[in-house]
């Protein structure tokens, strides 16, 4: 749909094969937030796709027990210097390059979904993969830039997703608290981890602030902060009491009283789930506060 949007009004053919034999593997029972953006990218209402799908809204994640994460952490060294990244680094242009124009003498194949691999089969970033490599091979195109460095940039776009994607859902196995059999223990003493894993590790166990290299997208790639944030601190993961900085003036202003008090309060605010998915508003057309991660 990303393709047909995008091409199809260029005179671009699109064709589907599907086969009679081979079914589709996979559903896609829960979704990333990228998901709303996908439709709004299609112009394609929240109120009209929800119930077609027949789907609901998960909103609530509840973390309990401590992990014993220190002592099977592998010994890590926090580093300011920045990572060696080769892709925040210019790339050379190759004099193959051409630029301004698509040669479409000059097949380009792309594997996207389980033909391009998958971390966890069931994992339901999958969907977010075709998706964010959809959009990123319709921008390639709309550039006209098919260059054999176009495509290691693209790739290299695509890698970084996947390895910061593979990160992510190692800490979930990482941090885990189960130690009722060896496979969860043993993904709880697992010190095989990336470099960029350590350094993320490091920074928050020392205390340090793990934002700005996250925000650079230099560690914990394809996730936005707080979503680092809400996996180790869900987990019960903190630095010890000792690498604990007292709160800054401006950190102390927040009080968790008054946050929790807030919070409940304005729910009071909103309708029950069920009374939302039965009467899911159409999105507002004027120009409004909208506020999702995109
Ligand atoms: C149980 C389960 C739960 C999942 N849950 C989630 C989730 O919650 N969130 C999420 O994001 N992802 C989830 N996934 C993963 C996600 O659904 C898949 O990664 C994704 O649907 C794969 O899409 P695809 O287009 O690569 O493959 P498919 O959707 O399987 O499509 C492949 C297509 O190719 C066709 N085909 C195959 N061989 C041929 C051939 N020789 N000739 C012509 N056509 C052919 C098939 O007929 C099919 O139409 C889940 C997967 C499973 C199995």
Request: glycine share 8%.
């Amino acid at each position: 749909m990303i393709f047909a949007n995008a091409l199809i009004r260029k005179g671009i053919e699109i064709e589907v094969l599907e086969s009679p034999t081979v079914g589709i593997i996979g559903v896609g029972e829960g979704s990333t937030p990228w998901r709303r953006g996908f439709f709004d990218g299609l112009g394609i209402e929240e109120s009209e796709w929800m119930p077609a799908s027949d789907a609901t809204y998960k909103c609530v994640r509840r973390m309990v027990d401590q992990a014993r994460f220190r002592e099977l952490l592998p010994p890590v060294r926090v580093d300011a210097r920045q990572p060696d990244d080769d892709a925040v680094r210019p790339q050379r242009a190759r004099a193959s390059e051409r630029r301004g124009r698509v040669d479409a003498s000059q097949p380009v194949l792309l594997a996207v979904g389980l033909a391009q691999g998958f971390i966890e089969p069931l994992e339901a970033t999958a969907l977010l993969f075709i998706q964010r490599t959809a959009m990123h091979f319709v921008e390639f195109l709309e550039a006209g830039d098919l260059s054999e460095s176009a495509q290691d940039r693209f790739n290299q776009r695509v890698n970084d997703h996947f390895e910061g994607t593979r990160d992510y859902i190692v800490t979930h196995y990482k941090t885990n608290t189960r130690r009722d059999t060896e496979y969860w223990r043993a993904n709880a003493a697992n010190t095989n981890l990336s470099d960029s894993l350590r350094q993320l590790y490091g920074l928050w166990m020392a205390g340090k602030s793990i934002a700005p290299d996250v925000g650079r997208q230099v560690i914990g790639k394809g996730y936005p902060v707080f979503s680092w944030y809400c996996i180790m601190s869900g987990m019960g993961i903190f630095p010890d009491q000792k690498d604990l900085h007292p709160p800054t003036a401006a950190e102390n202003r927040y009080s968790m009283e008054e946050i929790d008090n807030l919070l409940t309060r304005s729910a009071q605010n909103f309708p029950g789930q069920r009374e939302t998915l039965t009467n899911i508003p159409p999105k507002n057309r004027e120009r409004s506060l909208q506020i999702y991660f995109w």
